[in-house]
Nanobody, 129 residues
C-alpha cells in the first residue's frame, strides 16, 4: 500500500530556501504509473495545488505564484520527490502536503485536488522575519 512521508519544512526568513522531500513507501517510483503533486494549506484558506510531476518526469506544472521560484523533481533511486523552494515569501507560509494520483499520467499531471487519493501528513513551512 502506497504511503507518502513528507519532511524538510521549517522556519526560514523571506528570501531564503527550503527543500521538501516526499518519500514514497510501498511502491517503487520505477513502477508507479501516475503523478505526484505538492499542495499547501495556509491558515483559514483552502488547500491549493502548488506543483506536480509525472512518473516519467517529462512533465511538470506549477501554480502561477511559485513559477520561477519552486522546482519539483524526482529521484527514483531514493524513491523520493522533492520540492525545492527558493526566494520564499511570507505568503508561502503553509502546511505542505504531497499526494499521489494513481491514474496513468500519459505525460501530463494536474494540480487540482480531485484525482489525488493518497496524501502525506504534511510538513509546516513558516516564512517569517
Amino acid at each position: 500500500q502506497l504511503q507518502l512521508v513528507e519532511s524538510g519544512g521549517g522556519l526560514v526568513q523571506p528570501g531564503g530556501s527550503l527543500r521538501l522531500s516526499c518519500v514514497v513507501v510501498g511502491v517503487s517510483l520505477d513502477d508507479y504509473p501516475g503523478s505526484i503533486g505538492w499542495f499547501r494549506q495556509a491558515p483559514g484558506k483552502e488547500r491549493e495545488g502548488v506543483s506536480c510531476i509525472t512518473n516519467s518526469r517529462a512533465f511538470t506544472k506549477y501554480v502561477e505564484s511559485v513559477k520561477g521560484r519552486f522546482t519539483i523533481s524526482g529521484d527514483n533511486a531514493k524513491n523520493t520527490v522533492y520540492l525545492q523552494m527558493n526566494s520564499l515569501k511570507l505568503e508561502d507560509t503553509a502546511v505542505y502536503y504531497c499526494a499521489a494520483d494513481w491514474r496513468p499520467s500519459l505525460d501530463i499531471c494536474t494540480i487540482s485536488r480531485g484525482p489525488y487519493a493518497v496524501w502525506g501528513q504534511g510538513t509546516q513551512v513558516t516564512v517569517s522575519s
